[in-house]
């Protein structure tokens, strides 16, 4: 039976670079994959870009509102960012496998930098057959949690849910107490600077 999967992490766990293995893995058996992406992630165009420096053209660019075009010869369908997704493309990726029986394994931030939830992510977290965490580390040795953004080396709290990292922001996968840490650091350096 088809399943959808949602495998999900902090910023740099590794994401994309298990998507595209376990891709390599079905191509290696002879099995066709489809890899989707979410058209409003802008980061590598119409690649997926593991920061590893491994890459690999996607096959669909995904809109909202749009049906996505599922074969039922497909074994296997990927999603990468697949927190942007909206909360009716999670809905359909279920209804792919369930009714379809196309096997789909998304991979996303469980949440943004302020610690809410992506309707996707949150969606696919209460749909999904099956959830895995990909764990990675904070840089003070506890696993990661969350994220942090920074904007020209400043960590910031407010602003657009959605920043693709384009050098002026970026992002550090932390623990909650480590994001905790740096929420109180801001909220002191505000009221200093008022």
Request: with cysteine; proline share 2%; net charge negative.
């Amino acid at each position: 039976m088809a399943k959808l999967h949602f495998r999900y992490a902090a910023m740099n766990a590794g994401k994309s670079t298990a998507l595209l293995q376990v891709a390599h893995n079905y191509d290696s058996l002879g099995k066709s994959v489809m890899i989707v992406k979410p058209v409003v992630d802008l980061k590598g165009g119409d690649r997926i870009v593991s920061r590893l420096g491994v890459e690999r053209e996607v096959d669909y660019l995904w809109a909202a509102g749009v049906s996505l075009p599922v074969a039922e010869t497909l074994d296997v369908i990927l999603v990468d960012e697949a927190q942007f997704l909206t909360v009716e493309q999670a809905d359909e990726l279920l209804d792919v496998a369930v009714r379809v029986g196309v096997t789909v394994i998304a991979y996303g931030l469980r949440t943004d930098f302020r610690g809410d939830s992506f309707p996707g992510a949150a969606r696919l977290l209460s749909i999904a057959h099956e959830i895995e965490e990909i764990r990675t580390l904070c840089r003070c040795g506890s696993k990661a949690t969350m994220n942090l953004r920074k904007i020209d080396g400043v960590t910031v709290f407010d602003g657009n849910q959605v920043a693709i990292d384009d050098g002026s922001v970026v992002y550090e996968s932390v623990c909650a107490r480590c994001h905790a840490r740096e929420r109180d650091i801001g909220m002191r350096g505000a009221t200093v600077r008022a």
